[in-house]
């Protein structure tokens, strides 16, 4: 059975950079096809997707954020990590890490976390 | 651009639920659509359009293609009082705004 969770710092200052890990179990990101994304929900406000990295460490990240954000991977310890620079108070949100694989799912998450919620503030 | 409608539904176990997706250009199929509950993570329930995921029950079923597409939950059980997002999958994979489900 896949699980994730997402684990960081409930409370950044602005400016600072964001650090969130993801542990998850029940697959491996050394295995061809597998993918860790990162999607946010600020409060009130829709899904919004952040970035993706694939088995062979390809990267993707959403246009709108790709100069604030770094995702990598260990596999050794089954986390993928993202980093977020230059925190503003509009980036508080409820940050999820979802699996997804190639296959018939290609393109879609089909396991989450719970999510961890992040608040922006001086 | 995903645009759902209605924004809330407001409806009583046992009725039917009918969401729309309509997206600006043509998807066509590869459309996806969330449940998500407060303090859960958030679940597939169906993928390309109208193919359920593992473990979701028939009454949800998705349909649609190109640029309209819905997700009917056909008699509502009390556990899918939530909110229902779609996705569209691409290499920048955008979210609709949600459609809130709620008891009347």
């Known amino acids: 059975q896949i699980t994730l969770k997402e684990s960081g710092p409930t409370l950044v200052r602005p400016t600072q950079t964001l650090t969130l890990t993801c542990t998850f179990s029940?697959?491996?990101?050394?295995?061809?096809?597998?993918?860790v994304n990162w999607i946010r929900q600020p409060p009130g406000k829709a899904l919004e997707w952040l970035a993706l990295?694939?088995?062979?460490?390809?990267?993707l990240y959403s246009p709108s954020l790709e100069n604030r954000l770094t995702i990598t991977k260990d596999t050794s310890k089954n986390q993928v990590v993202l980093t977020m620079a230059n925190m503003d108070p509009v980036d508080a949100a409820t940050y999820y890490c979802?699996?997804?694989?190639?296959?018939?799912?290609?393109?879609?998450?089909?396991?989450w976390g719970q999510g961890t919620l992040v608040t922006v503030s001086s | 651009v995903l645009t759902q409608s209605p924004a809330t539904l407001s409806l009583s176990p046992g009725e039917r639920a009918t969401l729309s997706c309509r997206a600006s250009q043509s998807l066509s199929k590869y459309l996806a659509w969330y449940q998500l509950k407060p303090g859960q993570a958030p679940r597939l329930l169906i993928y390309n359009a109208s193919n359920r995921a593992p473990g979701i029950p028939a009454r949800f079923i998705g349909s649609g293609s190109g640029t309209d597409f819905t997700l009917t939950i056909s008699s509502l059980e009390p556990e899918d009082f939530a909110v229902y997002y779609c996705q569209y999958r691409s290499s920048w994979p955008r979210f609709g705004q949600g459609t809130k489900v709620e008891i009347k």
């Open positions: 029940g697959f491996s990101l050394s295995e061809s096809g597998e993918g």
């Open positions: 979802a699996h997804a694989a190639y296959g018939s799912l290609t393109g879609y998450y089909d396991y």
């Open positions: 990295i694939y088995w062979d460490d390809d990267k």
